[in-house]
């Protein structure tokens, strides 16, 4: 399994690709170092190297994975992540989900779906698995709406 992948909600324009790229290469980095810092071992400098690899790794390998996807498959997967975040969540109700397929290979494809709202609503955390032409990939954040409406990913 790989931990690479954008969540995009909310995000539109020309600047989408850069701003997947960014977001898929700052998770990836966090990632990577959170699995190298456990790798490293339990002493302060392994844990510290390993954690540097680990997200140097991490973020190119998510920056390079953030490129998979084709301009009708970024346009079908953030659309489908917009919606999933302006869905109404209602107590006692089942958390949304939305899918996406490729316009053009049907083996890529994903699925969106809130795990936890928290903050009155106001706060969601998402998770994503996505197959691009046969790879897996995984990926979970938090999305809070801010003051003007607009949903942004939390640190």
Same mark, same amino acid.
């Given at each position: 399994?790989?931990?690479?992948?954008?969540?995009?909600?909310?995000?539109?324009?020309?600047?989408?690709?850069?701003?997947?790229?960014? %977001? #898929?290469? $700052?998770? /990836?980095?966090?990632? @990577?170092? +959170? =699995?190298?810092?456990?790798?490293?071992? *339990?002493?302060?400098? &392994?844990?510290? %190297? #390993?954690? $540097?690899? /680990?997200?140097?790794? @991490?973020? +190119? =390998?998510?920056?390079?994975?953030?490129? *998979?996807?084709?301009? &009708?498959?970024?346009?079908?997967?953030?659309?489908?992540?917009?919606?999933?975040?302006?869905?109404?969540?209602?107590?006692?109700?089942?958390?949304?989900?939305?899918?996406?397929?490729?316009?053009?290979?049907?083996?890529?494809?994903?699925?969106?779906?809130?795990?936890?709202?928290?903050?009155?609503?106001?706060?969601?955390?998402?998770?994503?698995?996505?197959?691009?032409?046969?790879?897996?990939?995984?990926?979970?954040?938090?999305?809070?709406?801010?003051?003007?409406?607009?949903?942004?990913?939390?640190?």
């Amino acid at each position: 399994m790989v931990l690479a992948g954008v969540l995009l909600a909310g995000c539109e324009g020309r600047n989408t690709q850069a701003i997947a790229t960014g %977001i #898929g290469t $700052l998770a /990836g980095g966090v990632g @990577g170092a +959170l =699995l190298g810092r456990q790798l490293g071992g *339990r002493n302060s400098s &392994g844990a510290l %190297i #390993g954690g $540097l690899v /680990g997200a140097a790794l @991490g973020g +190119l =390998l998510a920056n390079h994975v953030s490129h *998979r996807l084709n301009a &009708g498959e970024r346009w079908r997967r953030n659309t489908a992540h917009r919606r999933l975040l302006e869905t109404p969540v209602e107590p006692d109700a089942p958390l949304p989900q939305r899918r996406w397929v490729s316009p053009d290979d049907p083996s890529t494809h994903g699925t969106t779906e809130v795990l936890v709202v928290t903050d009155g609503g106001q706060c969601r955390t998402i998770r994503e698995i996505a197959y691009v032409r046969g790879e897996e990939l995984r990926q979970e954040a938090r999305f809070c709406r801010g003051e003007n409406g607009q949903w942004t990913r939390q640190a």
